[in-house]
């Protein structure tokens, strides 16, 4: 099946530090790859959508200054958290998915805990 | 917009017994249903999916869910549950009329239930 990786699984950081995420897909090419966002016992939160080449779309509410996004390869989408605060402390999770097909099913990344001191 | 309800933040049920966990979703137009199993400081995972056919789909570990385009579900069961299957499961759609005409293919996910199977 489509495997999707991340890194790191975890991170610690101190506040007003820069912290960058990788979503891989291992053995598929993904055009779209999605970000989100869970706060405990919560549900996942799309935070953007990129397609490999051009710029994130962001949901309403999520500062794009902040969670910078890029999406330079098939198999390569980062999430780099700018100036991070502790509002920032959250589980991050990407997904992966392919073109073509009536329905581009979406394959999850492990996730990565993010904690701001 | 679409919109998915999980009625039911947790489900107890004893191992061996049936389980279900509910599912409501709203679209526009006609639905991609999808439910995804999460355990502790992990990532999703896919259990099983309906595109179209068949209203019963069955997938991963024993998992199946029922479509039913009247009531607007998509209900999740299990015929004998094992305390292994304690772990937080979400229900997703995404609306096939935004997919076919390029809307995009985001997915809106329900506020999960956590489901507790006990010995």
């Known amino acids: 099946g489509a495997v999707v990786s991340q890194h790191p699984s975890r991170v610690i950081c101190k506040s007003g530090t820069s912290v960058k995420i990788e979503c891989r897909s291992l053995d598929f090419q993904a055009t779209t790859m999605f970000w989100y966002r869970q706060f405990p016992k919560q549900s996942l939160m799309l935070m953007a959508t990129s397609n490999e080449g051009s710029k994130a779309t962001y949901e309403q509410g999520v500062e794009k200054d902040k969670f910078l996004i890029n999406h330079a390869s098939l198999t390569l989408s980062t999430l780099t958290v700018t100036s991070a605060h502790p509002e920032d402390s959250s589980f991050y999770i990407c997904?992966?998915?392919?073109?073509?097909?009536?329905?581009?099913?979406?394959?999850f990344g492990p996730g990565t805990r993010l904690t701001v001191l | 917009a679409q919109s998915v309800a999980q009625p039911e933040d947790q489900v107890n049920v004893a191992e061996g017994n049936p389980l279900t966990v509910k599912c409501t979703y709203s679209v526009s137009g006609n639905p991609y249903l999808f439910w995804y199993v999460q355990y502790p400081n992990r990532g999703l995972q896919f259990l099983l999916k309906y595109i179209t056919g068949d209203n019963l789909v069955k997938g991963s570990y024993g998992f199946e869910a029922e479509f039913n385009k009247s009531q607007t579900s998509f209900h999740l069961k299990k015929p004998s549950a094992l305390v292994s299957d304690s772990a937080l499961y979400f229900c997703?759609?995404?609306?096939?009329?935004?997919?076919?005409?390029?809307?995009?293919?985001?997915?809106?996910f329900g506020t999960g239930t956590q489901l507790k199977v006990e010995l």
């Open positions: 997703a759609v995404r609306d096939k009329g935004r997919v076919l005409t390029g809307g995009g293919n985001k997915l809106t």
């Open positions: 997904s992966a998915s392919t073109s073509g097909g009536a329905y581009n099913e979406q394959f």
